[in-house]
């Protein structure tokens, strides 16, 4: 078993620290996880801190296995690169993950505002719009929805044009610009496309498989499956959302791809790997 590396002793901490604080104060979620910018409660601070949040209890899982894949594959990066050049990976694919999981987030809700062009409604009525408060609990209520924007509407004089069709890409639009992204999957799945650039051939164990997979093979399955899903996923494409931030994962992927793809590239002469 590797020894812990600096580095990623540090982020492990850090990681729990923002855990338990956001279990203590539930409000730290508002102000720490990745919101959509055009969200009244999205901060300039969310694309970097976000990382660092996990989803609430009881789900336990979802800290625990990112910090046991941030232990068992940082700590063999940081072993090589160091740490300055591993914790520059690290957040580069974390902001990666962001970036990415934004844009779609912005393809999808101006593909849904599209097609409501027709009710004519001004920037900042579309605002108001997407950031009425419709939330009870973790569900997101039609209901409530309708309440919210009926007198945004009626306003405008455009309440009666509203009907099942428009209302529902409404509600879309505003659930994509409510919705909110925390974790270091992200950036774990940096970690993960490094880890079979330097390492391919290295065998990896997965649960329920009793068959080791190299790591040329494991990592490129799991970001098709996570493609897959994250296509089937989206309301463009089709139902079947599975509540997981598949494109900041592939976010994260591509940018460790790219980051490690140049630095091979530039640097293989004086920082040669096998």
Known sequence: MMKITPVVKQLLILNIIFFV???????????FSLYYPES????????LTHMFMHAP???FTHILFNMFALYSFGSALEHFWGGTKFIFFYISCGLGAALLHTFVNYVQIHYLLNDIANLNLSKETLHQILNVSFLDG?????DLFLDGIKPILQHEGMFNQLNESNFGDLFNAAMINQSTVVGASGAIYGLLVAFAFMFPTAELGIM??????KAKYFVPGLLAVDLFLGFRGQSIFGAGSTGIAHFAHIGGAITGFIMMWYWKKKQFDHKRWN
């Open 138 to 142: 973790d569900r997101y209520r039609s």
């Open 208 to 213: 329920f498989i009793p068959i080791p997979i």
């Open 57 to 59: 209890m009881p789900n």
């Open 40 to 47: 009244d409660k999205f901060k300039l601070w969310q694309p």
């Open 21 to 31: 604080g956001s279990q203590i104060v539930p409000i730290s979620y508002n102000l």
